[in-house]
Each structure stands twice: as structure tokens, then as C-alpha cells.
């Protein structure tokens, strides 16, 4: 099959799992009791919440609401938020270069570790450097997010004074970079220390099977120094199941990064995702739901084209 | 080490030393919010948003130390003899944050916007006895109302901020995104410069602000949604004032710069025990209940002291209204047993209470999920109740399920919540039988007389009788398992002064007062 | 020497069981009971661990929360595992149109933000264990059947397969006998680390307010009521991380004994 035709179908197929996601998002979200939070308070006087539930539309029935939900959709409006007030759409989209800054960061760290630390590692299995990764990836993957946040806070910020305790920029230093840089050490390292730890053992798992294979002996015999095995023999085998472990964390990154932003109080769209959620605030809920959703689509589609280019086999389909 | 990995950590070593100098100047305040207020009062009563109009909107009146009105953007009222016509003069010389003069055009555009639910007002029923606002001259506005109602000055100086009408120009209220989320207009003694959706909003001194000169400069709210993160930033010396829960009290106490006050605030925490049941129908065991709670190990231990106990359902908060001659609520099971003993109830050998037909006194008490003080609260209660012999069990609901679908269509047994009230004793809407708060099913005709007479009296002393009588009966037939006055407890720095003795929200009403020393 | 280094990690699983299960059953404490006006005490010979800030028996606690969180941790494990490698495995093996559908309901479940589902589903039924168990598996089989896929796809085109289906062997067959051997070292790191990810996960969402509810102990859920107390009672967020760290490794170990033993 042809690049581009391939990569026409996966598209459009993205759509209809798009939409499948959305419908489903939709249902759930409305199903569940209790409804948005600002028909919460137990004030509320029979009037006012009539008022309210006629402005958001609550009162009409659920298909009703959906299929004015894809009315505004295709015209671009992706209504107003409960909680807020602003239009959900342009809220959600405003939170998204934040958490795509915090997101990449933790992404390009964690490969800038994992990748030779593992090698490292599965050159020689059973090794001293091995056992010593082995032993510090499970450690960092045994770690709760939120609980080893609030432990950075407290040594690095309350107790320490070395580093902010949360929040993008100090207000009124908007301009500084040392400041953003210095706002961004502690949720980078939080968000990117499971990441490696993940990262890198699958790379050592990946080099570890290579080494065992007949060719590497053979290769260090015919006097390759060991950066040349490990970049000619181990990496290209580990190459595959990283891509798809890289793949795997993409979803975790875009929209799971929600507990490291609300530890961290950064203006990221996964602290949004869940306060709207909290809230109930159905409109940016879709919102987010739709541009999640479809970063995550994108994101496999593109990695079964670096598939399709790493490994030929999987092309014969 | 590879040279990469080196320089990196060299890097971030050179990023952590050059901290420690936090860039905001010494005459900034810096206040936590939860999450993005909407800079609008009519619109916005929630507890952030509050926070911050507080500051931005004054009203016509605002509470004084003791939760009294006084005056604010009105300089004095007369009230006629049938308690029915409130007649203000507003403060001369006032300009919005714009520079456009403030008038009682802005204070009745304000209230017909209140008036109409349609506008996205979540103030209407707190002044849906208005019958209509006139606005005879530039400086004056008069209220009639449809009944004397002797809260409504308590009432606009409590959320009622005025909006300027000349910044809406016929839009709806709810469609001006620009004002209610960056660029609010108010009269307040700060005005905000920035806003940055997520992060923080900045106010600065007004210097046309018709008060005192404010002693800050800067006011940021920054936005900190964890509640154990602003305790961190608040030690870091990036907040200077954080309300705790009680259980971070202990990680806060002690530290070196950092000052701790416990306010009362105007609000009661209670069990509803639901009327609607025939259990909870007796006074008599409804009285038990209360003798059976141990409030002492509830407010010590659970709420590490920051907590008054109570006599009825107004709290020690509101000062004069408070009946402090009445004994508080106290422990007795001895008692709680000899009424439910009246009530028909016995204990059985296997030690649960039973009546006549042989079935358990069993009920189910649902408290908010989430809220560690309250879920623990619960448990205690289940402990006194066990102990004399009611079989409790506890489910935890999300907030606005169980205000939904539990509290308000009256489907439970018990439910431990609580009231924030406006800085006045009526409670009529609360425990009136029929009124729409009610919702415990309370009804006693007696407390029906007292609350209905205390909404309509506007003789401080006469009412202040009337409402002691009320709590008085409480002690008799009480509407609700009232289980303590919460105290907020606000951890500061020691360099902050000039704060009124109130809780936040109140005191925020004062913040051209506040001051900050030197570092 | 191998068996050893099975027994050691089987060993330690078989403790932490038997910490959780049999020790309620030894020492009666009840995990329960309040004593609040000697909350967050220090170790003492009633509490060898000291009581949490309601005054409950730290101890006592972390037996039955290691029930909740151990059986949270294995069996979404295994239901993420068992629907992982079906959808996985017959994607890869049968290829063309059924890998296709099979592989867009994978982006489609891992396009779904697993956050919302579990606060929808969670707040609409509650948050049980059974629920907490499907729906932590639910959400995470999707890793491992694109794991077990990519590797079936490329199985498939082996000699030892090839030769196989000449012999005229039938897919399921093939797939039992030959490939799914080949793919345990890939499940047993998969389930090394689901099951740290279960467990992680429950206590994520405990943190916000949807794990399992109090007064059940779980090890998440004392984990996330003991930050508050973290400058004066750090022993009380140490104990329940102790736990999950020493579960994690044990799980991890186990597997990569097992993988070795496989290896070819």
C-alpha cells in the first residue's frame, strides 16, 4: 500500500474513533450523578436553578443536548463554560502549550537518559551497572506521582528555599527565563522519573535479547568497539518496542499530566481536565476530550508510519 | 558521568542556587485561590471568585469587626417605621476603576440585574423581597420591599458588590467575557492589571480609590489548587496568608515568621437527622442524639481545637445574636437514654436500642467524600451512637450528589453538612417549616413565630430577644444535630497587619487596611 | 542458582500475602477504631507503629489496606493482561482487515482520557473495589496488546512458525504451543510493571478523592491522608510507600526470574 493512501485511511478512520470517544465521553459524563457543581449549592432556590439549568441547556433532553453539541461543533463552538464563563474551547486551547512545554520537556529528558543508560544496562546483563539501573528503575516506577511532588515541595521549596513550589512564572517576572526555567525543574523531574524508568527497561530489554544473539560475540570479535555494537546491533532492536512504549506514554503525557499540574499548580490542560471533571463543567470536559483525543490519534498514526519505515516486515499487510 | 549529564547537573544546580530571592517586592500581598475566579459578584458567590470581588466590588454597606453594617459606597440610610423602604445616600466623588463616575444608576442597574435569573444572577434569592429600586437623584437609591425584612442590610454588604452599567451597555452580563474573566471594572480599593488564566491575577492600589489610601501595593492571587502545596508555599515565603485545614495545622505551628489566628466565622456545622423519617419525628430523640455526641473529642481531636461549642443553630460568630447565657451543648448518655426510653426505645440484651416491635434504631449518616475532617467527624459520630446502642453506618458521596440528589428532594437519613450564612441571625428559609432551605423537614410552630417575627423586627433589642428565644427552644426541640462552630484558621506572616478579626472573606472587605512590613 | 533468585522475590510476595491476609487474622486489632483525642501517637507496645490522625492502628491498617491494594494490583493486572494479549494476539496473527479493526479499537481506547471514564464511572456507581478493579484493567490493556501485537506480526514470519503451519497445525493451536512461550519474557515485564501501575493508579486516585473510600484503608488512600502530616509524622506517609515499594520490587524481580527462565 501506497504512503499516502495508507495514511488516508488511518485519518479517516481517526475521525470515526474521534467521534466514538466523544459519544462515549458524552454519555458517561452526563450519566453521572450529581451533575454540574454550580447547581450544587444547597442555597440554590427552585427559581435560580431553573433559570440556570435553561441558560446551559440541562433541561432539555440528553439527545437533544448531543445533537446541539455537534451542531456548535461543526461550526466551532464548543459552548461556554459552566464554571468559568469563557468559551470552553478557547479556555481548553490557552492550557495547551503549557502542558505541551511541561510534556515535551519531561519527554525529550526522559529519552536523553533512558536510551544510553539503557544500553548500558543490557550490554551486559546481570552486570554491576545493570543490577544498579535495574534497581533504581523499579524504585522510580514504585513511586506515587503526587506523594513524591509534595516531597520535592517541602525539601526543595518549604524547607530548603531552592526552588519554587508550583506555578509557571513568578507574577511580574513574566519575562525572565531563569524564572520560567527555575518554575519547570521539579514538575519535569517528576513527571519525566517514571517515564525513563519505564523507557529504560525496555531498551535494556530490548539490547539485552540482542546481546544474546550470535552476532554481537561475533561483532566485538571482529574488534567493534562497544559504542559500535551497541549503536549498529543493540539499538536498532530495541528501536521497535521503544517506539511503541513512546507511543504508550503519549496519552499519559497530554492528558494523564493532570496529577503533576495540580501538585505543581501549573496551568496545564490536565489540572483543567480535572477540575472540570470535579465540577462537572460538561462543555470544557468535551473540549478537552476532543483535543486529547485527537493529539492521541495523530500521535499513533505517526507512529505506525516510523513502524512502517523502522521495521519492513510490518508493511506487508 | 558522560561531560552531557555533568553539565546538565552543573545547570540545574546553577538554576537551584540563584532561588532563595523571591522577586516580589515586600509591599505585596500574596493570596492562594483554588481555581480561575469569574470577576463579577452578581454573577459569581462561589468561595473563590469571593474572595476576590471582595476586593474588586464594594457594596453599599460592608460588616464591621463585629459583623455589623457599616457604611461603604453608602454614607448613611434611613429606614421607614413599617420596616419596609430603605433609603440611601451614596458616597460622592466616586469613580470606577475607568475613571467614569460612580451613581445610583450603576446601584439600580446592579439590582434589576440581580432581580433577573435570567442574567446568570446566583444572588436573587437573597433579595427576592426587593418590589422595586428607584433611583430618585444621582446620589440617592431607594429599596421598597414586600415585607420588612430586617437582614437586608446584613444582606448588601455581604456578596452584593455593584457592577458598573456602563461597561455592560445593554449586553448581557453573562456574554462580557472580557469583564468577568481579565478586565473588571469596580470602585475597589484595588483595580487588577493582569490576568493569567490559570496562574494568577494581579491587582494593584487604586489611587482614586475614595477610602483611605491603600497601605499595599499589590495584591496576587496565585493559583495553588493543593491544599498541602499552599502550606509549602506559604513556608517558602511565596504565599503570606493560607486558611489550613485543621490536620495541617501541626505541619505549620511553631514555624519561625509565621503567625497563626483562629477566626469565627458565621457558619454552623450540623447533622440533619431527616423529619421526614417517623424516627427522627420525637424531639425526645432527637434531644438523645445530641446528648450522645461527644463534641469535645470531635473538636480536639478532629478539629485540633479550631472549633467553639455550640448552643443552637446561630453561631458564636455573629456576637450579640449569639445567646452566650445559654449553656452549650454537652454529653449526657445517661440522659440520652432515659429519652429515648419515653420515645419507646430499650436496649435489648444484645445492646442495641430496639422498640416495642423489636426493630433496631438504625440509620445510615452520608457525609461529602474527600473532606478528611468531616469524613473523620462521621466516624465519631457512629462511635457515640454505638455506644448507646444505634446501629450507624457511613457512606461518603460526592458533594453535589448528596446535595442533589440526597439533601434537597429530602432522600436520607442523616447527613452531616453544614450552613455558611449571611452576618445575621434570620434563619427563616433554614428552619421555618416549609421554607425552602428547610431541608430537614423541621416544623415547630413556636420557632415558625420567632424566626417569621425576627425577619420582620428592626429593633436591634426587640430582636435580639426574639432570637435568644429561638435558640433557647432549640435546646428543647432541636431542628438540627448542630455539632460545632468551625473556627478558620488563617496562618500568615508575622509581617502582615492590619486585619480585621473576621473570617477571610469578611475581612477581605477591609483590604485597604491591610499592610505589610519590611522583610 | 536460578531457582534462587525465583525464590527470593516468590518468597517475599508470599510475606506481603500473608501480611495481608493472615495478619488481621493473628492480631485483632481493629483497623477501625477512632481514638481521637490520641491521634498521630508514636510506636507503642498496643500500636507497634504508632496510630494515623484519627488514632487508628497504624499497623492494623496497613494488613487490611494491603488486602484492597494487592487485590487491586493483580487482578487489574491480570484483566489487563488477559484482554491485552487476546486483542493483541489475534491482531498480529490474522493480520489485514481484522488488525486493522482490532488495532482502531486500541487508538480508541487509549484516546479515551482515562481520567473521565474513571470519575464518571466511579462517581456513578461508587467507588467499589470490584469497579476500581475493571476499570484500572480496562484502561490498561491497551499497552500490551500493541506489545503483543508488534511481536506476534513479526513472529509470525519465523522460521519455527512457517514450519508449523506447513505441518498444517491450526492457528490457535500454533498461537498456545509456539508463540505464546515466545511472548511471556514481553508479559512478564508487562505485568512487572502492571501491576505497580494498578497499584500506583488506585493511589492516584485516591489522591483525587476516587480511589478507595475511607474508612476502608488502602495503601493509596493512607498515603494520600498522610500528606498533611508530612513535616511532623513522616512515618505515617513512609509506612504505606514502604509497602508498595517492596510489592513493586518483589513483582519486578519475580518477573525477570521468570523471563531468564524462558529465555532461549
Known sequence: MSGAGFLARRLLQGLIVLWIVTTATFVLIHLAPGGPSILADPKLSPVERRAIEERLGLDRPLPAQYLAWHRNLLRGDLGQSFLYQTPA????????????????????????????????????????????????????????????????????????????????????????????????????????????????????????????????????????????????????????????????????????????????????????????????????????????????????????????????????? | MRPAYGAAAVALLTLAGCAGTDAAPADTLRLALINDPILNPVLAPDVGSVLVNKVIFPGLVRPDEQLRPEPDLATSWTISPDGKTYTFSLRRGVKWHDGVPFSSRDVQFTFERILDPKSGSLLWSDFAT????????????????????????????????????????????????????????????????????????????????????????????????????????????????????????????????????????????????????????????????????????????????????????????????????????????????????????????????????????????????????????????????????????????????????DLQPGRYDAILIWWTTPPDPDQYSYYASGQINNNVAYANATADSLLLAGRRETDPAHRRAIYHAFQALEREDPPVLVLYYPREIQAMTRRLTGLPRLGIRDALRHSETFSLGPR | MRRLTALAPAGLLTVLLLFAWAGPLIRRTDPDALDLRHGTGAASAAHPLGTDESGRDVLARLMVGGRVSLAVGTLATAVALVLGTLVGGVAGWRAGWVDGVLMRATDAAMAVPVLFVALAVLSLFGSRVPLLIGIIGVTSWMGPARLVRAEVAALRQAEFVMAAQALGRAGPGIFLRHLLPQLVPLLSVAASVGVSYAILTESALSFLGLGVQPPRASWGNMLTGAQASLYTAPRLAIWPGVMILLTTLACNTLGQALRRRHAP
Open chain 1, 89 to 317: 474551547g478557547l479556555t481548553v486551547v490557552e492550557r495547551v502549550p503549557n502542558t505541551l512545554l511541561l510534556a515535551g520537556l519531561a519527554l525529550a529528558v526522559s529519552l536523553a537518559l533512558a536510551v544510553p543508560l539503557g544500553v548500558r544496562a543490557g550490554r551486559r546483563p546481570g552486570g554491576p551497572a545493570d543490577r544498579v539501573l535495574d534497581l533504581a528503575s523499579l524504585a522510580a516506577l514504585s513511586l506515587p506521582t503526587f506523594w513524591f511532588g509534595i516531597v520535592l515541595i517541602i525539601l526543595f521549596a518549604a524547607l530548603w528555599h531552592l526552588l519554587p513550589a508550583g506555578g509557571m512564572t513568578t507574577p511580574g517576572l513574566e519575562d525572565s527565563l531563569g524564572d520560567r526555567l527555575r518554575h519547570l525543574v521539579l514538575p519535569v523531574a517528576v513527571l519525566a522519573l517514571p517515564i525513563t524508568a519505564e523507557l529504560l527497561r525496555y531498551v535494556r530489554s530490548g539490547v539485552a535479547a540482542a546481546a544474546h544473539a550470535p552476532h554481537v560475540p561475533a561483532a566485538r570479535a571482529k574488534g567493534l568497539t562497544e559504542g559500535q555494537v551497541s549503536r549498529r546491533h543493540l539499538l536498532r532492536n530495541a528501536l521497535l518496542p521503544l517506539v511503541t512504549v513512546v507511543g504508550l506514554q503519549a496519552p499519559i503525557l497530554v492528558g494523564g499530566a493532570a496529577i503533576t499540574e495540580t501538585v505543581f499548580s501549573w496551568p496545564g490542560m490536565g489540572r483543567l481536565g480535572v477540575e472540570a471533571a470535579l465540577g462537572r463543567d460538561y462543555p470544557v470536559v468535551m473540549a478537552i476530550t476532543v483535543t486529547v483525543a485527537a493529539a492521541i490519534i495523530l500521535v499513533n498514526v505517526m507512529l505506525d508510519l516510523l513502524y512502517r519505515w523502522i521495521d519492513p516486515r510490518v508493511r506487508i499487510e
Open chain 2, 130 to 405: 426587593i418590589e422595586r429600586v428607584e433611583a430618585p437623584d444621582s446620589f440617592t437609591v431607594r429599596f421598597v420591599l414586600s415585607a420588612p425584612f430586617a437582614s437586608f442590610l446584613a444582606l448588601l454588604g455581604y456578596n452584593a458588590g455593584i457592577i458598573p452599567e456602563h461597561a455592560f451597555a445593554g449586553k448581557p452580563i453573562l456574554d462580557n467575557t472580557e469583564f468577568n474573566r481579565g478586565k473588571p471594572i469596580g470602585t475597589g480599593p484595588f483595580r487588577v492589571v493582569a490576568a493569567v488564566p490559570g496562574s494568577s491575577l494581579t491587582l494593584e492600589a487604586d489611587p482614586d480609590y475614595y477610602g483611605p489610601k491603600p497601605r499595599l501595593a499589590r495584591i496576587v492571587f496565585k493559583l495553588v489548587p493543593d491544599a498541602n502545596v499552599q502550606v509549602a508555599a506559604l513556608r517558602a515565603g511565596e504565599l503570606d496568608l493560607v486558611t489550613l485545614e485543621p490536620a495541617s495545622l501541626p505541619g505549620v505551628e511553631g514555624t519561625p515568621g509565621l503567625t497563626i489566628r483562629r477566626a469565627t466565622v458565621p457558619q454552623h456545622y450540623y447533622l440533619a437527622l431527616n423529619q421526614r423519617l417517623p424516627l427522627f419525628k420525637s424531639p425526645q430523640v432527637r434531644r438523645a442524639l445530641d446528648l450522645a455526641v461527644n463534641r469535645e473529642a470531635i473538636i480536639e481531636g478532629v478539629l485540633k481545637g479550631a472549633a467553639d461549642l455550640p448552643v443552637g443553630t446561630i453561631p458564636v460568630a455573629l456576637g450579640d445574636w449569639f445567646a452566650d447565657s445559654l449553656p452549650r451543648a454537652a454529653t449526657d448518655t445517661a440522659e440520652a437514654g432515659r429519652l429515648l426510653a419515653q420515645a419507646g426505645w430499650r436496649r435489648s440484651a444484645d445492646g442495641t436500642m430496639r422498640n416495642s416491635k423489636g426493630d433496631p434504631f438504625r440509620f445510615t449518616i452520608r457525609v461529602d467524600k474527600g473532606n478528611p475532617s468531616r469524613e473523620q467527624t462521621a466516624l465519631a459520630l457512629q462511635q457515640d451512637f454505638k455506644a448507646i446502642g444505634l446501629e450507624v453506618s457511613i457512606e461518603t458521596v460526592e458533594f453535589a450528589a448528596l446535595v442533589r440528589d
